[in-house]
């Protein structure tokens, strides 16, 4: 008759640099769980004596225990033990409880596993829980192949492993969770900017479509090419739209920051557009959150864009200042000028309906909107464009340098 050994532990302290020694590393970050697990089980294998291992972790259900690494399992093991019932053997012990346990004789584990293995080849095997503050995380298990003894020291190291497994498995639960809300934000976010830049358009195109038709029916050729005219134009604010989005949502802010992304982008915008593009900034500390810079980037991004497509100028500067309430960001031209209002929406008249020309204007508006800011658009004394980004300060304003 197989026994079961279990023991009780005790809260202990994580022992940081006694785990860096066993892993041959400082302490892993989330992304390199999975180096870390195969890294793991190879050093405490050798250390143990143990024939394989195996680390297994509890399903969001709660109901089973999944294995997500192992070293020196036969492959039609591993195939059986890819998931087991969370109650099972002395495994099931220690995913219920923070404890070391083991059975002396494997054959028991056989009646679930591989009748071949357990018994025959492995003797005995060790379970010990994945604990993070009063939750149970999941288990490793050692596989040994002859009778094995394990003492006091060794049941302190496999504890104190047993702690760090159970800190990174959290740490990585914590960092999936952070991934998918930000692709739902993402997608949300996609979701608005593809509104504001397609529906109003897309409105006006379907309201030209029945008179076109009529149009047609009437044999009324100078209507019938005026509404296709719309049409047509409707169809290319959509087309060119829909990429300015799409180049939104492929660019990614520089790791370094806000400036340094526009650094880099004055550094190359002459090669591009023969615009010669200067960056003056006169603040020490923007003081923005990663979300604020990022949007501070495409309203930008989108100014400068508009800049190369449209302007004909041959100098552009992005002013970065400070004043007692606001930070600005000036985005200036010697260009042609607008010959049109600021920002335009779709105007409903007695006569007809307008459609927008200025959409990637209205998209820079929206994402001021959400840095609770202001964007004005207008004429550079004269000559050229400014565009005009200001931003409300939070906590105590910083003086600028000059």
């Known amino acids: 008759m197989d026994q079961t050994t279990v023991i009780p532990l005790k809260p202990a302290p994580l022992d940081a640099g006694l785990m860096a020694t066993i892993l041959g590393t400082d302490l892993p970050k989330t992304d ?20 394989a291992g195996a680390v297994r972790v509890l399903t969001d259900d709660g109901q089973h225990m999944r294995l997500i690494a192992q070293q020196g399992l036969p492959d039609q093991v591993f195939v059986t033990e890819r998931l087991v019932k969370r109650d099972c053997g002395v495994c099931g ?5 923070d404890i070391l346990a083991w059975v002396d004789d494997a054959a028991s584990c056989a009646k679930i596993g591989n009748p071949m293995y357990f018994g025959s080849q492995c003797k005995n095997v060790l379970a010990i829980s994945l604990p993070y503050a009063d939750q149970i995380l999941g288990i490793y298990n050692l596989f040994f192949e002859s009778n094995t003894k394990i003492d006091a020291s060794m049941q302190t190291l496999l504890r104190s492993v047993g702690q760090l497994l159970g800190l990174a498995l959290h740490n990585a639960r914590i960092e999936r969770e952070r991934l998918r809300v930000t692709v739902l934000k993402e997608r949300q976010e996609m979701v608005n900017e593809m509104h504001d830049a397609l529906a109003q358009t897309l409105a006006y195109a379907r309201m030209r479509l029945p008179l076109l038709n009529d149009a047609i029916v009437a044999r009324d050729e100078p209507k019938a090419l005026k509404y296709f005219s719309d049409l047509k134009m409707a169809v290319t604010e959509v087309h060119d739209n829909l990429r300015e989005v799409m180049t939104y949502f492929r660019t990614r802010m520089d790791p370094l920051g806000l400036l340094h992304a526009l650094n880099k982008i004055a550094d190359s915008f002459f090669s591009r557009n023969a615009i ?17 810079e990022v949007q501070v980037f495409y309203i930008v991004q989108e100014a400068l864009a508009n800049i190369a497509k449209h302007s004909m100028a041959r100098h552009a500067v992005v002013v970065i200042s400070q004043t007692q309430h606001h930070l600005e960001f000036l985005i200036k031209d010697d260009g042609l000028g607008m010959d049109e209002p600021s920002v335009s929406t779709i105007v409903t008249s007695a006569k007809r309906l307008v459609p927008s020309t200025h959409f990637g204007l209205d998209i820079m508006q929206s994402r001021a909107h959400r840095l609770g800011g202001s964007l004005e658009v207008g004429s550079n004394d004269g000559i050229g464009t400014c565009v005009r980004l200001r931003i409300p300060l939070s906590g105590t304003p910083k003086e600028a340098s000059a």
């Open 32 to 51: 390199d769980l999975e180096v870390l697990l195969a890294r793991f089980l190879t050093s405490i294998i050798a250390l143990a004596g143990a024939q």
């Open 276 to 292: 010669a593009l200067e960056i003056r900034n006169s603040v020490n500390n923007l003081n923005l959150t990663d979300e604020q």
């Open 93 to 97: 012990l220690a995913a219920s409880d």
